[in-house]
């Protein structure tokens, strides 16, 4: 939703101060200049990236429009299910854990938390890790050393549509300027013209450089950069599994291993010990 208010902003905020100055928003209106931009923006995407990369940029994209996933609920909802997996685990044996682990879709305690299961990350994370568990004989040092490996792998994939995003952030300014030299080049073939048309083809051909730049710190910059702050919040939500499943498979009480996963929670969403005890014991 903040998204799509600051994009409402910005273009107010630009058409606004652009008529107060008795300027006339036709001129600004080039689809030539939209389409030199926008093309040579999309090819070299194209060219720069893999298509499962273009569909990831895509979804993120479109993902910025909707809720946050990982906030104060997800995570308290995180800290009942791990609770109830780490007691049952507890009281049945950690054997009476792997049909929930295979099959996490259709788990009774798994199921519970619509939240945790549409983040596939997540639940793969988590599921995983508890494999290993069950299969035994692994330290904890040597679980921590395996999660370290996992997270890193996931972060760096994930980083991937972001960076890539940002990429076709900084070249717009420059494709403006492309798309201003071009307008230049037929200014000067027609410079005889008279003073009027050169003046539409120099205005014209500022228009690209004006896209260029708007485009690139009023939109999809920032568009980037709300895109990878998701990455990171993600990011935090499975160190708060990471955190949960090393306490316990060093023999903590449930309890405490659910404190470990609220202290590696940042503080914005991190609920209070108040919360977090109420949440598990309900």
Do not use: C
Not at 1 to 7: D, E, N, Q, R, S
Not at 123 to 137: A, N, R
């Amino acid at each position: 939703m903040l998204v799509i208010v600051g994009a409402v902003i910005v273009m107010a905020s630009l058409i606004i101060g652009y008529v107060m100055h008795n300027g006339d928003l036709l001129v600004l209106l080039q689809i030539n200049e939209f389409i030199i931009i926008g093309g040579a923006a999309i090819g070299s995407m194209l060219i720069a990236n893999p298509i499962d990369v273009i569909k990831r940029i895509i979804a993120g994209a479109l993902d910025t429009l909707k809720p946050p996933k990982v906030n104060k609920a997800a995570y308290l909802d995180l800290m009942k299910l791990l609770y109830e997996i780490f007691q049952f685990a507890k009281r049945e044996g950690l054997i009476a854990l792997e049909p929930h682990v295979e099959e996490p879709e259709s788990s009774s305690i798994l199921s519970q938390y619509p939240s945790f299961l549409g983040n596939h990350h997540a639940v793969e994370f988590l599921t995983d890790t508890l494999k290993v568990v069950l299969s035994g004989g692994v330290p904890a040092h040597d679980l921590e050393e395996l999660m370290d490996i996992d997270l890193h792998a996931l972060h760096e994939e994930e980083a991937i549509p972001p960076a890539a995003l940002t990429l076709v952030s900084d070249a717009f300014p420059a494709l403006g300027i492309v798309a201003a030299v071009l307008g230049v080049i037929i200014t000067m073939q027609s410079i005889s013209a008279g003073a009027e048309t050169v003046g539409a083809n120099v205005a014209a051909a500022l228009v690209g450089t004006f896209l260029g730049i708007l485009l690139a710190y009023g939109f999809v910059g920032p568009l980037a950069k709300n895109m990878e702050m998701s990455v990171k919040k993600e990011a935090k939500y499975l160190e708060a599994i990471k955190a949960a499943l090393l306490s316990f498979a060093k023999g903590a009480p449930a309890a405490v291993a659910i404190e470990y996963a609220r202290r590696a929670i940042d503080p914005t969403n991190r609920p209070t010990f108040k919360e977090a005890e109420e949440a598990v014991k309900s």
